[in-house]
């Protein structure tokens, strides 16, 4: 079984930086992609960025939304994906979600309980 800590989340100021953390444990995670989500009340969960295993490397996927302000990263040592977010808006006020997508064996997802940012005037 696969648990998922995250960290990082709070209230921020508009055109702040904060950066998630999300390591996980149980057993060892090979060729994973590892990402974030995001989701308001009443809202569906949305995609935020992933980085994804190919057999040349991991690449970096981003919603629209994030390619010019947010970018994520992992350590694989750690089982560990970070994201770094910059010039924070109050549209960003949401709960973060870190998922990890394996797709051999599985394919199977697994969720973080969710941080809370809140992005302040």
């Known amino acids: 079984q696969v648990q998922m800590v995250e960290s990082g989340g709070g209230v921020v100021q508009a055109g702040g930086s904060l950066r998630l953390s999300c390591v996980a444990s149980g057993r060892t995670l090979v060729n994973v992609d590892m990402g974030w989500y995001r989701q308001a009340p009443g809202k569906e969960r949305e995609f935020v960025a992933m980085?994804?295993?190919?057999?040349?490397?991991?690449?970096?996927d981003y919603d629209d939304f994030a390619k010019d302000r947010f970018t994520i990263s992992r350590d694989n040592d750690e089982n560990a994906t970070y994201l770094e977010m910059n010039n924070r808006k109050h549209k960003d006020t949401d709960i973060y979600y870190c998922n990890i997508h394996e797709p051999d064996p599985g394919p199977e997802d697994y969720w973080g309980q969710g941080t809370q940012i809140t992005v302040s005037s």
């Open positions: 980085t994804r295993w190919t057999w040349r490397g991991y690449t970096s």
